[in-house]
């Protein structure tokens, strides 16, 4: 169920330096994730491309909004991460497993790229880029 929705943030052009009064995560949406207490984020959305409003329903499979280069990102993306509350302040972040997904080490070329059947991407001191596994 999505708890907030944030739309409005500008489309930055990529490698835009980031001013401290924008948000950090720009366009985002969370949402509650039924039966736990934890809450989906997934930012850096084009402006005004969530498909959702809050109270709404998101089902598996739904397409949420478009990836963006709002808030502070230096280049398109989309920010995933689960924490265990609604808001920004005060929470902490949820380990979140992937399966089926291919890998490549920060400065590699993807042709560079390892399988993982399952697992869990690394940060902070080792951060990786990962991709939806292509078939075979």
Request: charged share 20%.
């Amino acid at each position: 169920t999505v708890v907030s929705v944030v739309a409005d943030h500008p489309d930055l052009a990529p490698q835009t330096p980031w001013r401290p009064w924008r948000s950090v995560l720009g366009n985002q949406i969370v949402l509650h994730v039924d039966d736990t207490d934890h809450h989906l984020v997934l930012a850096h959305l084009q402006r005004d491309s969530i498909t959702f409003r809050s109270g709404d329903h998101v089902g598996i499979g739904d397409a949420v909004g478009r990836v963006g280069n709002s808030g502070r990102s230096g280049t398109p993306r989309l920010h995933l991460h689960v924490q265990d509350g609604p808001d920004a302040a005060g929470v902490e972040g949820v380990p979140v497993p992937f399966c089926g997904y291919e890998v490549v080490d920060r400065g590699e070329s993807w042709d560079a790229a390892y399988s993982i059947t399952d697992g869990m991407p690394t940060g902070r001191d080792h951060p990786q880029v990962i991709r939806l596994k292509r078939a075979e």
